[in-house]
Nanobody
Framework: QVQLVESGGGLVQAGGSLRLSCTAS??????????MGWYRQAPGKQRDLVAD???????NYVDSVKGRFTISRDNAKKTVYLQMNSLKPEDTAVYYC?????WGQGTQVTVSS
């Protein structure tokens, strides 16, 4: 089972930026062949997709983050990133990295108004 380790969360003021990282265990080939996704879960709400990126580099975003967030991947480093700009208080949540059935432990993002 692949292990995913997220980092980069924190406290930021509205309008600020953060970059999340998620590094996977296992082989580079295995990483390269899989879609990677970022999800988030706010208190009392379900965990929802924020963005994902396919093995070919195609990206998909939830409407609420389009134009503000960018997902990218570095296959050589087995790492997927989520660049978050123009952050809003409603972006506050625990952010999780996902590959297939595997989830990271989550990283807290808090945006103050």
């Amino acid at each position: 089972q692949v292990q995913l380790v997220e980092s980069g969360g924190g406290l930021v003021q509205a309008g600020g930026s953060l970059r999340l990282s998620c590094t996977a265990s296992g082989s580079i080939i295995s990483f390269r062949l899989n879609t990677m996704g970022w999800y988030r879960q706010a208190p009392g709400k379900q965990r929802d997709l924020v963005a994902d990126i396919s093995s070919g580099g195609s990206t998909n975003y939830v409407d609420s983050v389009k134009g503000r967030f960018t997902i990218s991947r570095d296959n050589a480093k087995k790492t997927v990133y989520l660049q978050m700009n123009s952050l809003k208080p409603e972006d506050t949540a625990v952010y999780y990295c996902r590959r297939g059935d595997a989830w990271g432990q989550g990283t807290q993002v808090t945006v103050s108004s």
